[in-house]
């Protein structure tokens, strides 16, 4: 599977293709697994991404994610620890505004 991990303005995309994966592992799995990820747990719901390599969550901007297929991204309909990757997936971290509606989507594959 493929990664990306758009951190705003802070520094360029870090990309961690070809990321081997156990079955079964989720995108939070494999997100800790390239990076420092924090995050809170919310009963029912799930993990909320607070940072990823100490780039925090400051409103407007959140970390959300997103999936790529047929040529287009689509947010992450899910948890990131409820999200079970697939085996050539391309999956992205960006660190975004998320006070415009619709939220932009990540920069070009």
Do not use: C, Q
């Amino acid at each position: 599977m493929n990664l990306g991990i758009n951190y705003g303005d802070v520094e360029p995309t870090a990309w961690f293709n070809k990321t081997t994966v156990e079955m079964g592992a989720t995108l939070l799995d494999v997100t800790e697994a390239v990076a420092k990820v924090k995050v809170k747990h919310y009963p029912g719901m799930g993990a909320f991404v607070e940072s990823i390599d100490g780039v925090e969550n400051r409103n407007p901007n959140f970390w959300m994610w997103w999936t790529y297929s047929s040529l287009s991204w689509y947010e992450g309909p899910i948890a990131a620890d409820r999200y079970i990757v697939a085996e050539g997936e391309t999956l992205f971290w960006y660190y975004e505004d998320t006070s415009v509606s619709p939220l932009p989507i990540p920069p070009a594959k």
